[in-house]
């Protein structure tokens, strides 16, 4: 039963990470030590994401720019005006900071290795997947603030240290990953299981550490059950307008149908592996967890939601 309510296992580990952070919140002496240790995992988690990447795969999928085109414009342009849609109506509702939280969902790349997952379990066109999840994600770590910015105006100002920290901590890495791709992509590759491990424990503990201080700054008692409410449905319905929106583009362009699936899952799926470190650097501490809970909400749901119509896309 646990398998059909949460086809993805990240899912329950996520759920899992926002329950102790809220019984066991890290505090005091132990916060820039928690700290230091997320900022540890997150540069190790674009680490391995530079040394993943391969090159020759990334110049021989930018040719089929249909594709790649349509995802790169749907993943940054649609998904950032709806979210700037729902930033814009949940600020009549809820909190600002939590109401910002919309637009930050809307303008972060695509998921990775789910978005690949998904689109191999539905016949879709793997190495275009692969491909176009790198690039949105290579292109996010500078375009996703720089969206922010210009979309939220002073609430997304973007000082000088937050401009190093996001290259200190994303960029450098990544390209350090790159540099010595041939010879650690081999290991990783054989080692995929362990790598897969490793960015998701990074993840959950980038998680962890935003979601702790936003609960010492009072999130469940400055949040209602009709607040809550309103993220889980503004959540639903930002997942339909995007799978939907993904799927109808993909037609619009006359794709294949391979071509369609990758679309849909790279164009519609959100990554939490940059929102966790980018909302730690661009954020103060009790502010990251509040802008957090939209991409945390939108991020689960969107791996039950994947995982549920993958098979489904495969037997048409």
């Known amino acids: ?83 700037a849609c729902a930033h814009a109506l949940a600020a009549l509702f809820l909190p600002a900071t939590l109401a910002l939280g919309f637009l930050f969902l809307g303008i972060l790349p695509s998921t990775v290795q789910s978005a690949t997952a998904a689109s191999s379990m539905a016949g879709g066109n793997v190495a275009a997947s692969v491909v176009a999840a790198a690039l949105l994600n290579l292109a996010g770590v500078i375009l996703s603030p720089l969206l922010f910015a210009l979309l939220a105006g002073s609430a997304g100002e973007i000082h000088g240290a937050a401009a190093l920290r996001i290259v200190a901590i994303l960029l450098l890495p ?95 799926q959100k990554s939490l592996a940059v929102g966790a470190p980018l909302a730690a650097t661009l954020f103060p501490s009790a502010t990251a967890g509040m802008v957090l809970l939209p991409i945390l909400v939108y991020h689960m749901a969107q791996l039950i939601l994947s995982a549920w119509i993958a098979p489904a896309l495969s037997d048409d």
Not at 28 to 44: D, F, H, R, Y
Not at 213 to 223: D, E, N, Q
Request: glycine share 10%; charged share 10%.
């Open 1 to 83: 039963m646990l398998a059909r309510l949460f086809p993805d296992r990240f899912v329950p580990v996520l759920l899992a990470t926002i329950l102790l952070a809220s019984l066991l919140p890290v505090r005091g002496a132990a916060v820039p030590v928690a700290q230091g240790i997320s900022t540890a995992a997150i540069v190790l988690l674009f680490f391995l994401n530079g040394v993943r990447l391969p090159r020759d795969e990334v110049l021989h999928g930018i040719r089929n720019w249909k594709l790649q085109g349509g995802a790169f414009a749907f993943c940054f342009g649609a998904m950032a005006l709806l979210g």
């Open 174 to 268: 990544f390209i350090a990953g790159q540099l010595v791709q041939r010879w650690l992509r081999p290991w990783v590759v054989a080692h995929r299981g362990l790598a897969t491990l490793m960015d998701r424990s990074a993840i959950a503990t980038a998680v962890y550490v935003a979601f702790s201080a936003a609960v010492v700054g009072g999130i469940w008692h400055l949040l209602d059950a009709r607040e809550i409410a309103i993220v889980f449905g503004a959540v639903a319905i930002l997942l339909a307008l995007a799978f939907g929106g993904a799927w109808m583009l993909g037609r619009l362009l006359a794709l294949a149908r391979a071509d369609r699936i990758t679309l849909l899952f790279s164009g519609a």
